[in-house]
């Protein structure tokens, strides 16, 4: 089992619509959690972090599940400018050193 | 710039070859990583440095491998004897310390072709 796996996609979801999606991490002992945007043919951007109690950022909104080992992400009121491929990060607390990275969700909105 | 800073941005180079890939982190930033990424992959973590010192190598995936970093700044990714499997582009980021709650900031990144 991979350490951290996510749905590649794609998602093809219409302009002005709510899409999530998830990404589920085998370490519990993981601390630190991130989501990652990243365009093609572009590096890795940091999108937000996400917190315990869940935490949003305009129309995005970022859940931790520690019970069932998941982060997701929430798009509302999705743009033509969120098409890109969205990365989860997962950093575990035993290790400062090596931090995990999904191969990615790709997400295309269409108008 | 503020940014991490890559170098260089393109390389092409034939099969068999040395190559050295150039990292100048964010100033202030004590932690760095080396990552590479083949077209339509995730990314594959190869090493990372904290301060002058690679805690964990786990990820280089051959002996042809090595990286340094020196002053606490600049880090290079050596490749020696370049196979065509080692195509791909090869990541740079650094953060303020050590992983845990620290985003990490990615550079442009160096587009690496073996021919």
Known sequence: ?111 | GAGVSQSPSNKVTEKGKDVELRCDPISGHTALYWYRQSLGQGLEFLIYFQGNSAPDKSGLPSDRFSAERTGGSVSTLTIQRTQQEDSAVYLCASSLASALHQPQHFGDGTRLSIL
């Open chain 1, 1 to 111: 089992r991979k350490e951290v796996e996510q749905d590649p996609g794609p998602f093809n979801v219409p302009e002005g619509a709510t899409v999530a999606f998830n990404c589920t991490y085998s370490n519990s002992a993981s601390q630190s959690f991130f989501w990652y945007r990243q365009d093609c043919r572009k590096e890795p951007k940091l999108l937000m972090s996400v917190y315990s109690s869940g935490n949003e950022d305009g129309r995005f909104t970022a859940q931790l599940n520690r019970a069932s080992q998941y982060i997701s992400l929430l798009i509302r009121d999705s743009k033509l400018s969120d098409s890109a491929t969205y990365l989860c990060v997962v950093s575990p607390y035993s290790s400062a050193s090596k931090i995990i990275f999904g191969s990615g969700t790709r997400l295309s909105i269409r108008p």
